[in-house]
């Protein structure tokens, strides 16, 4: 390679390396963004105590965590609207589920050679004919989001099972909510 394409070639994998490691994180309680598919929660009101809350998580966020933060996110937004409990007339964590093709090491250069993919053991492979000890990694990855309809009141708890009181849930789960900037 010539002098000049090996410093862009090493700033263009410095600054991926960079992009990388500031999304190699678990989703933090946050307010999610305008993009489709953000990260962290947002609520909408339906009626006067009625709202649908949902906390998305990323791939590196467990399925408990999105669980625990529409929980919390629940009660704080409870108590936010002046309530004191609130029940989750319905509630669901959905699973979305990506497929993510990786060359092995070492194998990105100028060449290009034709390529199958194939079913070996199980797992898909790319297999070309002119490099036949080639095969790139297939892996699946998750995404939690969870969602409820809550209904808000006041005064004493219902003896539903599904009715929690929002102060009792703040105290309970908010050593661990992880926040933005804390250490993970």
């Not at 002046?82 to 100028?110: C, I, K």
């Not at 004493?156 to 009715?163: G, H, L």
Request: some cysteine; overall charge negative; proline content about 6%.
């Amino acid at each position: 390679m010539s002098r000049q394409i090996l410093p862009r070639l090493a700033a263009v994998a410095a600054f991926g390396l960079l992009v990388l490691g500031g999304c190699a994180t678990a989703t933090t309680y946050h307010p999610a963004g305008a993009e489709d598919w953000a990260d962290g929660y947002h609520e909408t009101r339906i009626e006067a105590r009625r709202w649908r809350v949902v906390f998305r998580g990323n791939v590196l966020t467990s399925r408990e965590t999105v669980e625990t933060a529409l929980l919390y996110r629940s009660a704080e937004l409870t108590k936010a609207e002046g309530y004191d409990w609130f029940l989750a007339v319905s509630r669901d964590t959905e699973t979305h589920a990506d497929v993510v093709v990786r060359d092995p090491p070492g194998s990105w250069g100028p060449a290009w050679s034709p390529r199958w993919r194939v079913v070996h053991d199980g797992a898909w492979k790319t297999w070309e004919p002119t490099r036949p000890d080639r095969a790139f990694a297939v892996s699946e990855v998750t995404a939690y989001e969870a969602i409820a309809e809550i209904v808000m009141g006041q005064g004493a708890k219902p003896e539903d099972p599904r009715a929690y009181d929002a102060a009792s849930v703040i105290d309970a789960l908010q050593s661990r909510i992880i926040r933005p900037g804390a250490d993970q």
